[in-house]
């Protein structure tokens, strides 16, 4: 498994003692590599805006990109190499498009600051704002198989919306989607 974008690796921490994967992270942020280091997690220290050149085609199982794709200055260049070097990519991503996002810049006027979403519009680290309806048509424009697909709340607790239902991209807070090539 690679993670990238790992933070403090505590999620492949989680997946090395229970599931007993083996994994690496990628992150650029010099204290949550220390952190990393710390957690007992294999990290590289690196800009995933760069790329992942260094990694040979079908190098890992799994890639995971939590939370860190609306980061990216090109996301469809972030995505090609997820599933360059994975079989598969386990994807999550903020949705924009949430009803109580879309209330919030109704009534206030102002871009919403939620649990999910916890930056100022001036000091966010999202520069592409998508909704999951948005993320799902990349995908196929991109010819990426979305395998499974499923809406949360900033608590990763499934919506009952989830899957293909009208409603899902109203009341999905968050996306989680498990993508391979097609």
Not at 17 to 45: F, L, M, P
Not at 54 to 72: H, Y
Not at 153 to 161: E, H, K
């Amino acid at each position: 498994v690679l993670d990238l974008g790992c933070a403090d690796g505590l999620l492949l921490r989680y997946l090395s003692r229970v599931s007993k994967v083996r994994g690496y992270g990628i992150e650029i942020a010099d204290e949550n590599v220390i952190a990393c280091v710390r957690n007992g997690v294999n990290v590289i220290q690196s800009d995933l805006e760069r790329g992942l050149a260094g990694f040979d085609a079908g190098s890992f199982d799994t890639i995971i990109l939590s939370q860190t794709l609306q980061a990216m200055r090109d996301p469809r260049a972030v995505l090609s190499d997820l599933l360059r070097i994975g079989r598969t990519a386990i994807v999550s991503v903020p949705n924009f498009g949430y009803w109580k996002n879309r209330l919030y810049l109704g009534i206030k006027g102002q871009m919403p600051v939620t649990k999910t979403l916890a930056y100022e519009w001036y000091d966010t680290p999202n520069i592409h704002f998508c909704t999951l309806t948005d993320f799902v048509v990349l995908c196929e424009r991109m010819n990426i198989r979305v395998n499974r697909r499923i809406w949360v709340d900033a608590l990763g607790n499934p919506s009952r919306f989830s899957g293909r239902s009208m409603f899902a991209n109203l009341f999905g807070e968050q996306g989680v989607f498990l993508l391979s090539r097609a």
